[in-house]
């Protein structure tokens, strides 16, 4: 059984991936504060994603629209 902490990481990671492959622009939050600088650069890639959850394991999900609209998951 995975430790806690582990776990919400490893679906949160997940789900953000599942997000990216359908074409969102994945942005790492807390609180509702992105963790990353968005406006001007392209999605986070997969292996951005993964790396970056593991070290901001319990960063929530946002994801960017084309009209600079962000929506929290």
């Not at 953000?16 to 939050?29: D, E, R, T, W």
């Not at 406006?39 to 951005?48: F, G, H, M, N, Y």
């Amino acid at each position: 059984m995975p430790v806690k902490g582990v776990y919400i990481m490893i679906n949160l990671v997940n789900f953000a991936v599942q997000y990216a492959s359908k074409g969102f622009s994945v942005i790492p939050v807390v609180n509702k504060q992105p963790l990353i600088k968005f406006a001007d650069r392209k999605p986070l890639a997969t292996s951005e994603i993964k790396n970056f959850w593991l070290t901001h394991p319990y960063a929530g999900i946002a994801l960017k629209t084309d009209k600079f609209f962000v929506v929290d998951v």
